[in-house]
Every structure is written in C-alpha cells, then in structure tokens.
T-cell receptor, first 115, second 114 residues
C-alpha cells in the first residue's frame, strides 16, 4: 500500500527563520497529499493539500508542492512564528480512491519556534 | 458549525476492564474513521465506516477491539479486556463521503490502562 516517510525531528528554529520539513511518499497512482498540524492540546487539523502532480498547496504562509519526479511533498515556510510551534504530519490515502481512503501518516515532526 | 466531538476526553481504567469511546461526527458526514496515536507517533488507522457498515476494519489489532455505528452517525469504539499496551490517544475523524475528501478530526480520547 501507499506509504510516507517524514524527516525525523524535533526541529528548533528562531522566529523568522526559514522552515523545511521533508516528506517523501510511495504510492500507486497519484493520490492527494496532505499536511496536518497538531497544536498543543488540540486535535489534528488539515494545514494544506495538493490533489495532483505539480499542484502547490498553501495556507497560513506554509506551502508544499506535489512533485512526482522526486515523490516528495516538502513543507516550507519563509518566516516562522512562535505560534507555528506544533507537530506536523505528512499524510496520504492508504489505498485507492474507491477504498475509503483511510490516511497513512508519517511519524510527525515536532517544531519549536523560539522568540 | 460543530466539529467532531469525542467523549470522554480522558479515560483511566485498570487492566482487564472494558471501555467504550464515543465519537460524534460532523452532521451529514457519511464516512467515519477511527485512528490510534501512540506517543511520538503518527495516527494509525483502525476502522472505517461508510454509513452504518464497517467498510474496512483491517486496522483493528485483535478481536478485543470492536466498533459500531448503528444509525450512521455516532460511533462507539469498544475495547474488551484492556491491556497496558492499549494506552494511546484514540482519534475519530469524519468526511463528507469516502474517497479523497478532507477528514476532520476530533480532539481525541486519551486512554490510560493501569
């Protein structure tokens, strides 16, 4: 089945630094790709998604581009804030579109942004 | 509108006991998913409902785990003879339909088995 490999964390940055969190995937076909975020004490929230190759998902200053040639979906932000401190998960559907699309998640990357 | 809700938010039980965890999905969402998240790990799939039926239960670890969704809305995850290894955060998510649709997650139930 489909799988995702996420860079190991944790990541600690100073405010306004550039952020990259790497994610690579193995998939049959071209499923949608997702980044979810989990803020302290809160549930998982969808941060952004891309539904086809070369799509760029963006939200709250974060971006990720669906690259089929490198099977990657790296998360980037040009200038992080303290409020971005959270755990970030890369995810994709585990099966085909007709199989219910349960999600397979990476192990998560803990981001801490210091003032 | 209301999001996905889960009750209780925390559950502490003793080894061998039976527990029920409840999930209230977003109104109108036909697909419902249960995941389990251990400390420092990403969520792992347990079971998926489309309407009232369990369309995929391949993630349930063993027959101590069971889930129902009798009226196609609220779902209950049931764990019999709990073990310490069952301790985790149990997450519920719903989506409008199945397929490549956004899943909305609840806050989770933290289960601790002593």
């Amino acid at each position: 089945g489909n799988s995702v490999t996420q860079m190991e964390g944790p990541v600690t940055l100073s405010e306004e630094a550039f952020l990259t969190i790497n994610c690579t995937y193995t998939a049959t076909g071209y499923p949608s790709l997702f980044w979810y975020v989990q803020y302290p004490g809160e549930g998982l929230q969808l941060l952004l998604k891309a539904t086809k190759a070369d799509d760029k998902g963006s939200n709250k200053g974060f971006e990720a581009t669906y690259r089929k040639e490198t099977t990657s979906f790296h998360l980037e932000k040009g200038s992080v804030q303290v409020s971005d401190s959270a755990v970030y998960f890369c995810a994709l559907p585990a099966g085909t579109e007709t199989s219910g699309s349960r999600l397979t998640f990476g192990e998560g990357t803990q981001l801490t942004v210091n003032p | 509108g209301a999001g996905v809700s889960q009750t209780p938010s925390n559950k502490v039980t003793e080894k061998g006991k039976y527990v029920e965890l409840r999930c209230d999905p977003i109104s109108g969402h036909t697909a419902l998913y249960w995941y389990r998240q251990s400390l420092g790990q990403g969520p792992e799939f347990l079971i998926y409902f489309q309407g009232t039926g369990a369309a995929d239960d391949s993630g349930l670890p063993n027959d101590r785990f069971f889930a129902v969704r009798p009226e196609g809305s609220v779902s209950t995850l049931k764990i019999q003879r709990t073990e310490r290894g069952d301790s985790a955060v149990y997450l519920c998510a719903s989506s409008l339909t199945s397929g490549y649709n956004e899943q909305f997650f609840g806050p989770g139930t933290r289960l601790t088995v002593l």
